[in-house]
């Protein structure tokens, strides 16, 4: 497989119509959504094929996008009856649709080029087999689809930024200042649909699953406002599209599977390493944490013993570790930490505290 | 009828049979207590995430055994679950975009191992492919053995600690609160509903394995609100469902497995949601058609004693619209009713309406009632 320059923009910008959509997806809490529906829509794109007895007929996206949404309504109903919970409901409904439409493959569409794996699993290194020509440059057909999506997904936030705002962070505020929650719902879902067809010669409908989540996921870690979440995850889910086509060519593996590896790869990245609520950031501040508690702990001990007779044992550097309870590291680490914030200092190996030091044990040991 | 007698007489498809019923058996089972946990779609993202484990049992032994390729899933499907966890106690993300990371992630890397798996000289495509949407006419009396040793074992471990499951599932707190070791039961319960799904991969597939956790279970929650019950009718209707899809798909060409399955499975809920004794929406609607019926009833009868309340004859005719005028509007079915329990009469002449001997009692019944006894 050679750098193919159409096939990367294609997963790159399948990667972002993705992630901008995701993004909406996790801030409403509707991520299994993009599950259900990159399954169900292969009953779409079966029916529709069916029916017009061609691969390359929009009624293929039209078909999909109707059965995305008429997943969601259904799922909508199932709740309705108040027998089942949320989980139980999607989990029904699009294990049950997707069947459907594998057993119609398998009985009727078995002898074209239409078969479960090509859906499920996408192949981009094959987007060259179906092209078409734009202003005279041959394109695969599957470029022009997805940026097609793209360019409706940016439409649909750019246009509606303001009422998806509303929406997913006050949704009754949303609901009395007139906008239609259940439009606007419907609407996403739709575009979810539209995207899960577009993407799935691409990468596959369950590895769209990954584009739609895992960089916007990534994002949340980083970001405080809606407009950062998007333009992160975006960054993200392209730096995974491109990573993920390199990282295929090297092992002469399927894109779709090296893009979602990428997906979950950016995603540990942002858990372990983002700035405030990442898990490295969190133990670096436990961990201070513990040693300033440790510190004023310190300053109280001393505070207590300060020009006492004991003071010359209670108060010895060497026995600090013994008197407080410490690992003989930890006190060191605290003696060093509270002798740099300048709360004591040391006179011939015995602690003494500075007017700073004192200050912080009168204050605790008066305030508990 | 004559294809149910070969079904049956033929080995192999009575293998396929008692393999698929065995393992429709555990996921239903094990299914009850994921939909009581809330926890239904984590089936999904385990058999998605399970994956790679078989790729990686497959490459590191070279051995096709089911129950290596069953380990390796169990393994990798239970790290999923961790890491499930571990998204959502550490950071702000809710758990839907957690299993949403990874059910994708998983797929993909085990995508790219068994890309590479069936890329080796020896592997011979290995059968592995059959893990995404399985194909149960190709297990062997020994993979039947492996689902029947690891069912069975996982549903022994279910009854051993059936009072401890039970509690988890239904009062954690209270469970930490008498001193069980709620983290390690919660552990083993997943581990569990991993397993029930894992080994149901060759046969149903990694797609739709989780559809045979949820639909029995949601089935089986309609008819009754005893656990072991719930468990139990679980277990059959997975069980159902197996044997009905392996029978199908056998006995019918080009007709996969798992979807069967999961259509059968679906179809079983569906009709319990409608039927089921008192939760049915069925049941439901008559009960409540019946009650209006009965409070119309209640409503025509008084507005008859008001009519003839201060009439010396209460046997008299009246027009039938005349209800209108004491704000009933259309009674005429009810009126239809009453007439069928002997309560009024219809006047020959105009078809008045005129109480009966038995209707008048019924009156006095009926407005002592509602003024309750003095």
């Given at each position: 497989m050679n750098l193919d320059l159409p096939i990367l923009l294609t997963a790159v910008a399948v990667a972002l119509g993705c992630s901008i959509i995701g993004t909406l997806l996790v801030l409403r809490r509707m991520s299994l959504i993009s599950d259900a529906i990159s399954h169900s829509v292969l009953l779409g794109i079966v029916l529709a094929f069916l029916a017009t007895r061609d691969l390359a007929s929009p009624w293929l996206l039209i078909g999909a996008a109707m059965v995305g949404v008429l997943t969601v309504m259904l799922i909508q109903l199932l709740l309705t009856t108040r027998r089942l919970k949320e989980d139980s409901a999607i989990g029904l409904v699009f294990p049950l649709l997707f069947s459907i439409g594998v057993i119609l493959i398998t009985r009727m569409a078995g002898d074209v080029h239409?078969?479960?794996?090509?859906?499920?699993?996408?192949?981009?290194?094959?987007?060259?087999?179906?092209?078409?020509?734009?202003?005279?440059l041959d394109l695969p057909r599957s470029f022009i689809v997805s940026f097609c999506m793209l360019l409706a997904n940016l439409l649909f936030v750019g246009l509606c930024y303001k009422e998806l705002k509303i929406s997913i962070f006050d949704a009754g505020l949303a609901a009395s200042l007139g906008f239609s929650p259940l439009l606007l719902h419907y609407m996403l879902v739709s575009l979810v649909s539209l995207t899960a067809v577009a993407s799935f010669d691409a990468v596959g409908s369950i590895l769209m699953v990954a584009l739609m989540i895992a960089p916007p996921a990534g994002a949340r870690l980083l970001s405080n406002s809606l407009a950062q979440m998007l333009g992160w995850s975006m960054l993200l889910g392209s730096l995974s599209a491109v990573a993920g086509y390199y990282l295929a060519i090297m092992l002469d593996s399927t894109i779709g599977g090296?893009?979602?590896?990428?997906?979950?790869?950016?995603?540990?990245?942002?858990?372990?390493?983002?700035?405030?609520?990442?898990?490295?950031?969190?133990?670096?501040?436990?961990?201070?944490?513990?040693?300033?508690?440790?510190?004023?702990?310190?300053?109280?001990?001393?505070?207590?013993?300060?020009?006492?007779?004991?003071?010359?044992?209670?108060?010895?550097?060497?026995n600090i570790a013994e008197h407080m309870h410490w690992q003989q590291q930890f006190a060191d680490d605290v003696i060093g930490y509270a002798r740099r914030q300048q709360m004591l200092r040391e006179q011939d190996s015995i602690l003494r505290l500075t007017e700073e030091g004192r200050g912080i044990a009168e204050k605790l040991m008066l305030h508990g | 009828m004559d294809w149910l007698a070969t079904l049956f007489s033929d080995y192999t498809v009575r293998i396929v049979m008692l393999g698929c019923a065995l393992l429709g058996?555990?996921?239903?089972?094990?299914?009850?207590?994921?939909?009581?946990?809330?926890?239904?779609?984590?089936?999904?993202?385990?058999?998605?995430?399970?994956?790679?484990g078989v790729a990686i049992a497959f490459l590191l032994t070279g051995s096709r055994d089911p129950l290596v390729l069953v380990l390796g899933a169990l393994v990798s499907g239970w790290i999923g679950t961790l890491v499930v966890s571990a998204i959502t106690r550490s950071t702000r993300l809710r758990e839907d975009s957690a299993l949403g990371i990874v059910l994708s992630v998983f797929f993909g890397i085990g995508l790219v191992m068994l890309v590479i798996v069936n890329k080796l000289p020896t592997a011979g495509k290995a059968g592995l492919s059959t893990f995404l949407f399985g194909n149960a006419s190709t297990m062997l009396a020994s993979d039947v053995r492996t689902i029947c040793i690891l069912g069975l074992a996982c549903l022994l471990c279910l009854f051993l600690f059936w009072k401890e499951f039970k509690l988890i599932s239904f009062d954690p707190q209270f469970a930490a609160s008498t001193g069980l070791p709620e983290r390690l039961l919660d552990t083993s319960l997943t581990t569990l509903i991993v397993l029930a799904i894992v080994i149901g991969l060759q046969a149903v597939g990694v797609v739709l394995m989780s559809a045979l956790v949820v639909a029995p279970a949601a089935a089986a929650r309609q008819f009754s609100d005893r656990l072991f019950v719930v468990v139990m009718l679980g277990g059959l209707f997975g069980a159902l469902s197996g044997v009905a899809g392996a029978g199908m798909s056998a006995s019918i060409e080009k007709l996969p497995t798992g979807p069967v399955i999961v259509v059968f499975a679906s179809i079983i809920t569906v009709l319990a949601i409608l039927l089921a004794p008192h939760r049915g929406l069925l049941p439901e609607y008559l009960r409540q058609l019946a009650s209006r019926r009965r409070i119309e009833t209640q409503r025509v009868l008084q507005a008859l004693y008001r009519l003839v309340e201060t009439d010396p004859d209460p046997y008299r005719a009246h027009d039938a619209n005349v209800l209108q005028v004491v704000g009933l509007r259309s009674a005429r079915h009810t009126i239809a009713a009453m007439q069928d329990l002997?309560?009024?009469?219809?006047?020959?002449?105009?078809?008045?309406?005129?109480?009966?001997?038995?209707?008048?009692?019924?009156?006095?019944?009926?407005?002592?009632?509602?003024?309750?006894?003095?």
């Amino acid at each position: 497989m050679n750098l193919d320059l159409p096939i990367l923009l294609t997963a790159v910008a399948v990667a972002l119509g993705c992630s901008i959509i995701g993004t909406l997806l996790v801030l409403r809490r509707m991520s299994l959504i993009s599950d259900a529906i990159s399954h169900s829509v292969l009953l779409g794109i079966v029916l529709a094929f069916l029916a017009t007895r061609d691969l390359a007929s929009p009624w293929l996206l039209i078909g999909a996008a109707m059965v995305g949404v008429l997943t969601v309504m259904l799922i909508q109903l199932l709740l309705t009856t108040r027998r089942l919970k949320e989980d139980s409901a999607i989990g029904l409904v699009f294990p049950l649709l997707f069947s459907i439409g594998v057993i119609l493959i398998t009985r009727m569409a078995g002898d074209v080029h239409l078969d479960t794996d090509a859906v499920l699993l996408g192949e981009l290194g094959f987007v060259w087999m179906d092209q078409t020509s734009v202003l005279g440059l041959d394109l695969p057909r599957s470029f022009i689809v997805s940026f097609c999506m793209l360019l409706a997904n940016l439409l649909f936030v750019g246009l509606c930024y303001k009422e998806l705002k509303i929406s997913i962070f006050d949704a009754g505020l949303a609901a009395s200042l007139g906008f239609s929650p259940l439009l606007l719902h419907y609407m996403l879902v739709s575009l979810v649909s539209l995207t899960a067809v577009a993407s799935f010669d691409a990468v596959g409908s369950i590895l769209m699953v990954a584009l739609m989540i895992a960089p916007p996921a990534g994002a949340r870690l980083l970001s405080n406002s809606l407009a950062q979440m998007l333009g992160w995850s975006m960054l993200l889910g392209s730096l995974s599209a491109v990573a993920g086509y390199y990282l295929a060519i090297m092992l002469d593996s399927t894109i779709g599977g090296c893009i979602a590896m990428c997906c979950g790869l950016a995603f540990l990245l942002c858990w372990l390493l983002a700035p405030e609520r990442g898990l490295l950031a969190a133990w670096l501040r436990s961990a201070r944490q513990r040693v300033l508690f440790a510190a004023q702990m310190l300053a109280v001990h001393i505070a207590n013993h300060e020009g006492r007779p004991e003071e010359g044992v209670e108060c010895h550097v060497a026995n600090i570790a013994e008197h407080m309870h410490w690992q003989q590291q930890f006190a060191d680490d605290v003696i060093g930490y509270a002798r740099r914030q300048q709360m004591l200092r040391e006179q011939d190996s015995i602690l003494r505290l500075t007017e700073e030091g004192r200050g912080i044990a009168e204050k605790l040991m008066l305030h508990g | 009828m004559d294809w149910l007698a070969t079904l049956f007489s033929d080995y192999t498809v009575r293998i396929v049979m008692l393999g698929c019923a065995l393992l429709g058996f555990t996921a239903g089972a094990l299914g009850v207590f994921a939909l009581l946990r809330r926890q239904s779609l984590l089936g999904d993202a385990i058999s998605h995430a399970a994956l790679p484990g078989v790729a990686i049992a497959f490459l590191l032994t070279g051995s096709r055994d089911p129950l290596v390729l069953v380990l390796g899933a169990l393994v990798s499907g239970w790290i999923g679950t961790l890491v499930v966890s571990a998204i959502t106690r550490s950071t702000r993300l809710r758990e839907d975009s957690a299993l949403g990371i990874v059910l994708s992630v998983f797929f993909g890397i085990g995508l790219v191992m068994l890309v590479i798996v069936n890329k080796l000289p020896t592997a011979g495509k290995a059968g592995l492919s059959t893990f995404l949407f399985g194909n149960a006419s190709t297990m062997l009396a020994s993979d039947v053995r492996t689902i029947c040793i690891l069912g069975l074992a996982c549903l022994l471990c279910l009854f051993l600690f059936w009072k401890e499951f039970k509690l988890i599932s239904f009062d954690p707190q209270f469970a930490a609160s008498t001193g069980l070791p709620e983290r390690l039961l919660d552990t083993s319960l997943t581990t569990l509903i991993v397993l029930a799904i894992v080994i149901g991969l060759q046969a149903v597939g990694v797609v739709l394995m989780s559809a045979l956790v949820v639909a029995p279970a949601a089935a089986a929650r309609q008819f009754s609100d005893r656990l072991f019950v719930v468990v139990m009718l679980g277990g059959l209707f997975g069980a159902l469902s197996g044997v009905a899809g392996a029978g199908m798909s056998a006995s019918i060409e080009k007709l996969p497995t798992g979807p069967v399955i999961v259509v059968f499975a679906s179809i079983i809920t569906v009709l319990a949601i409608l039927l089921a004794p008192h939760r049915g929406l069925l049941p439901e609607y008559l009960r409540q058609l019946a009650s209006r019926r009965r409070i119309e009833t209640q409503r025509v009868l008084q507005a008859l004693y008001r009519l003839v309340e201060t009439d010396p004859d209460p046997y008299r005719a009246h027009d039938a619209n005349v209800l209108q005028v004491v704000g009933l509007r259309s009674a005429r079915h009810t009126i239809a009713a009453m007439q069928d329990l002997g309560w009024v009469e219809r006047t020959e002449d105009r078809g008045w309406i005129r109480l009966t001997q038995a209707g008048w009692l019924e009156v006095q019944r009926s407005v002592q009632q509602r003024e309750g006894p003095h």
